[in-house]
């Protein structure tokens, strides 16, 4: 960073976007991950769910033990998620 002093204002504002620009990036593409991943528990979560019921389990243990709502519990009923 001390180099950067040396530099014409120009190329600091230049490095200062393509700084901006990677943080921005970087940022996105965690969100995408971190999204991805959110989306594979709760998949998961119906999933068992779903062979909760095949196993003819109450409603409330299902609700308990897969960590879903009771309009997911629906959804799975209605056969929205097979």
Known sequence: ???MDSWDEKLKAEYKE????RYN???YVKGEKQQAKEEGEQKA?????LKMLRKKMSDPDILEIA???PEQLDEIKRGKNK
Not at 45 to 49: C, G, P
């Open 1 to 3: 960073m001390a180099e």
């Open 18 to 21: 393509q700084q901006a620009r």
């Open 25 to 27: 990036i970087s940022h």
């Open 45 to 49: 979560k119906m999933e068992m769910a």
């Open 67 to 69: 960590g879903i709502t």
